[in-house]
């Protein structure tokens, strides 16, 4: 069964400081992976995605997140962080959509607090 | 393009009353998803069209829960009777291709009191 272990419930950075958030994944075959941020109020919008390829990956709002299949991990990295990044993050495994099964699994997710 | 449409975005009703949530897909999106977030804890799958047909309804909790999606287009998931337990953010995600991502929509927050 596949899983995903967000460590970090919440995260208080500073402002211009630089984050990482934490993915492990398990999955039997080979992954595809989200980070989406739900911002207050708002729905749950895709940062990034990976199902092959280059294993560094560019998103949106200056996010990358790096695949690492020996550690099973797929964490999320900024190199400084806006206040408007206060958010909640979810990182989400699922299986390739040409193999049939499109359900998501997500993490608990982490809470980032942005402080000036 | 018009995003996926969650209303109410909140409801509270009484347990043992019965609630309706409806999503909007996406135009033209074949594939629509209802997902859960019970308080605290991760975002579960319930159930997936493509269309009008349910392709994938492993996450259903039981049977006071049933999704349709007449027409394929909107779907409406509807809670009969409610309980305590069903309290959460109700998720609609749809897609086209899914290999480039799903499109969530804002939720629709239930409290069952």
């Known amino acids: 069964a596949q899983s995903v272990t967000q460590p970090d419930i919440h995260i208080t950075v500073s402002e211009g400081a630089s984050l990482e958030l934490r993915c492990n994944y398990s999955?039997?075959?080979?992954?595809?992976l989200f980070w989406y941020v739900q911002s207050p109020g708002q729905g749950l919008q895709l940062l990034l995605k990976?199902?092959?390829?280059?294993?560094l990956v560019q998103g949106i709002k200056g996010f990358e997140a790096e695949f690492k299949r020996s550690q099973s991990s797929f964490n999320l990295r900024k190199p400084s962080v806006h206040w408007s990044d206060a958010a909640e993050y979810f990182c989400?495994?699922?299986?390739?959509?040409?193999?049939?099964?499109?359900?998501?699994?997500f993490g608990t997710g982490t809470r980032l607090t942005i402080i000036p | 393009e018009a995003g996926v449409t969650q209303f109410p975005s909140h409801s509270v009703i009484e347990k043992g009353q019965t609630v309706t949530l409806r999503c909007d897909p996406i135009?033209?999106?074949?594939?629509l998803y209802w997902y859960r977030r019970v308080m605290g804890k991760e975002i579960k799958f319930l159930l997936h069209?493509?269309?009008?047909?349910?392709?994938?309804e492993s996450g259903m909790p039981n049977n006071r829960f049933l999704a349709e999606r007449t027409g394929g287009t909107y779907s409406t998931l509807k809670v009969q009777p409610a309980e305590l337990e069903d309290s959460g953010v109700y998720f609609c995600?749809?897609?086209?291709?899914?290999?480039?991502?799903?499109?969530f929509g804002s939720g629709t927050r239930l409290t069952v009191v």
């Open positions: 995600a749809s897609s086209q291709d899914p290999t480039w991502g799903y499109t």
């Open positions: 999955y039997g075959a080979t992954p595809y």
């Open positions: 990976y199902f092959s390829g280059d294993t």
């Open positions: 989400a495994v699922g299986a390739h959509p040409n193999f049939g099964n499109e359900k998501l699994t």
């Open positions: 135009s033209g999106h074949d594939n």
């Open positions: 069209f493509v269309k009008e047909s349910k392709q994938d």
